[in-house]
């Protein structure tokens, strides 16, 4: 085979994986949006707060250090243990349903039957209550998260390629558990939310609120446990992106590459957000490839996606797995 | 006892049409219009200037644009800081391309030029509604932004990428450049935000308003009444383009004098606009003044409390400014959702009973 196929055939394997990490952060905003019609902008930060909140947990770092030595004039940073990584997640899923809890209680449950645009709005006022939240609790520094997952590249498709090509593709190792990772987690929701009564009670809520709340399903307990599970995948895509460019605040700006996934797959659709996700991640991968790097001056992965998204909407208002919208007057 | 509408008679639909029926609001539009022309230039030194005052005019030209395409037309955009982009490099070409062409015409011609690139954006409206149109505006924030960075033929290919704003003068004045007198700029400024919201106004309470209004409540009902949906939704695109280009074009120009574009108009900016129009009140143009005043005002408030009142460090005030920022926006939208403007609507309804409410 010619270089070039080869190399476009690597590159859309890279993009495939990168385009898991999308689904995972787009996953939050459809089990949110689903089970309640809120248009959760903040699950960018949540992630970046997740993974900031396992980090410092894991070494052990005294929270709101810096805010307490300028007030109180002490010089404290580390408690001086550190903790096991699987512990450390248990501890970062407590603060998480803390966090689920406490926005529904103290935002969301004022804001009900407002119009949508305000709940966003609140939502956007939450990520940036949530980033500085974050930066003050654990410092702005770039951290480095390593909680054992396997990295670098793949020996073994290297090789294994190499011999067949005279090629070696090169695939990072935390691409694929990643992958896993999200396969597993996907399941795991799909078969919660079908043979479980708290996924049933989920699904009710998300086809109609009043049907569910008269059949005695309580909706601020579905909110709480809906926000949890985003939380909960908000945390797994932090400690992935976390793993694989550091924690820092860049890592919220992955929120807004999950709309037009989100955008391709429907607001409503988990599946959608998986394909979404691998198609928009396979996308600009080429794109940049093909046409972005040797013909437009190179990084159109800043807006690829969305135009990508723009034009497809055009086509199809509801994205590809959206409930077909109906209009009445 | 204060704020009356007795006695006040109108003998002409013309009186009762007018933008302030009241004689005890007209005075007090004049007298502010007279205090913001007349004193507030003689007084006011460079800190206030660039403090507080030419971002609080720019953003409230930027969030009256906004306004008219949020609030008024239903159109949701988080394209604002790649409009301001456009209106900032237009104004950049034109002022280097024609040196000899007063500055004012440049800044609208700057306008213009946004008002064309916000309609081709806005052609997607017309299929695309609600959060999808909000995503799909995000492309033109992100695309335009790259655009400017990366073709060479926009910042006249200098080394920093940077673009800087030559010297220019208006009436024999320094409007841009090193030498500028902040009465000059204050005052440059303050016209093109009196022009916007004069415009804006007549705009959105006549005809051409009353379809916006219509296609926001309900496109399809606008549509069946005889609004064109295509021609009420991209003029709406067309003249917020406009104001948001002219915002732009003085961001650059007269505030900050150079600018890299993905730091000046990135995303963030997209998104400080919308918090003022929507914490002023979504369909008004006193409610983009009051979110301007108070997006502006608050940091610099902040600030000075934290690091000038307590000795915080910078990073730290900056890290809790963000908090309480975010914080307010929520408190702001669980008190009163539709803002500044309508909060200063209860307040007169109070102030006509007052102090005999029964």
Known sequence: MPDQVLFAIEVTLNGLMAGVLYALVALGFVLIFKASGIFNYAQGVMALFAALTLVGIMDGQVPFAHLINVVFGTNVHHFGWTVPALLAIALTMVVMVGFAWAVNRLVLRHLVNQVPIILFMATIGLAYFLEGLGDMMWGADIKKLDVGLPQGINGWIDSTTFDAFGYGFFIDNLDIVATLIAAILVTGLVLFSQYTKQGRALRAVADDHQAALSVGISLSFIWVLVWSIAGFVALVAGIMWGAKSGVQFSLSLIALKALPVLMLGGFTSIPGAIVGGLIIGMGEKLFEFLVGAPYLGGATEIWFAYVLALVFLVFRPQGLFGEKIIERV | ?358
């Not at chain 2, 709406?236 to 074009?249: D, H, K, L, Q, T």
């Not at chain 2, 004098?257 to 129009?277: D, P």
């Open chain 2, 1 to 358: 006892m204060l704020y009356r509408e007795a006695g006040d008679f109108k003998t002409s639909y013309a009186q009762d049409n007018q933008t302030f029926p009241l004689k005890l609001d007209r005075f007090g539009y004049y007298c502010i219009l007279g205090v913001a022309v007349f004193v507030i230039p003689f007084v006011i030194n460079d800190y206030w200037v660039n403090a507080v005052f030419l971002p609080f005019l720019i953003y409230a030209i930027a969030a009256i644009g906004l306004n008219i395409l949020v609030g008024y037309c239903g159109q949701l955009s988080l394209g604002t800081g790649g409009f301001m982009a456009v209106g900032a490099y237009a104004c950049y070409k034109l002022m280097t391309a024609f040196p000899e062409i007063s500055i004012l015409v440049h800044v609208l011609l700057a306008g213009g030029i946004t008002a064309a690139v916000g309609v081709v954006f806005g052609l997607p409206s017309l299929r695309i509604k609600g959060f999808y149109l909000a995503v799909a505006t995000l492309a033109a924030q992100f695309f335009l932004v790259w655009l400017f960075n990366r073709v060479a033929w926009f910042y006249n290919y200098s080394a920093s990428g940077q673009i800087s704003a030559p010297e220019r003068a208006v009436l024999g004045v320094n409007i841009t450049g090193a030498n500028v007198e902040p009465w000059a700029a204050y005052l440059f400024c303050l016209a093109f935000l009196v022009a916007s919201a004069w415009i804006a106004r007549n705009l959105t309470r006549g005809a051409t308003g009353r379809r916006w209004m219509a296609i926001r409540d309900m496109d399809i009902a606008a549509e069946i009444i005889g609004v064109n949906p295509l021609r009420a939704k991209l003029s709406a695109f067309a003249v917020s383009s406009f104001f948001v280009g002219i915002a732009g074009a003085l961001f650059f120009a007269v505030y900050l004098g150079a600018v890299e574009v993905g730091e000046a108009f990135g995303i963030q900016k997209s998104f400080l606009v919308l918090f003022m129009v929507i914490i002023g009140g979504l369909g008004s143009i006193f409610g983009s003044f009051a979110g301007a005043a108070f997006m502006v005002l608050l940091p610099v408030f902040l600030k000075n409390a934290l690091v000038g009142g307590l000795g915080w460090p910078t990073d730290l005030a900056t890290h809790l400014e963000i908090m309480i920022v975010g914080a307010l926006i929520i408190i702001f939208l669980i008190v009163e959702p539709h803002g500044f403007a309508q909060l200063w609507r209860i307040t007169k309804e109070k102030l006509r009973l007052w102090p005999f409410p029964h």
